[in-house]
């Protein structure tokens, strides 16, 4: 039996389109190869693919991310303060025995 060999090219567009068609078999079927195959080839191009390089992230951004922690707290206080009122409003200034 004799070895075939299949370009490159032939098993990015095999693999692409796997990932494109729900029925892998008639897949291999339309393009004459083993459905195992191209199993395989996917799994050898997610291994082959190489994880994008981390950008470092411009000091703008943590400036934005600090002052939207800072607003969160504000706003935090904020509605414990308007509770606070609404509470002691009610009371209508007198005291509260406890």
Do not use: C
């Amino acid at each position: 039996m004799k070895k075939r060999y299949y370009s490159p090219e032939l098993k990015e567009q095999a693999v692409r389109l796997s990932y494109q068609r729900e029925n892998i078999k008639e897949l291999a079927d339309e393009l004459g190869i083993e459905v195992q195959r191209i199993y395989k080839w996917r799994k050898a191009a997610q291994t082959t693919t190489l994880p994008k390089p981390e950008r470092p992230i411009p000091d703008d951004t943590l400036e934005i991310k600090r002052l939207r922690k800072a607003l969160k707290e504000k706003e935090l206080e904020l509605e414990i303060l308007k509770k606070a009122v609404h509470i002691f409003s009610k009371s209508d200034g007198k005291s509260m025995d406890l």
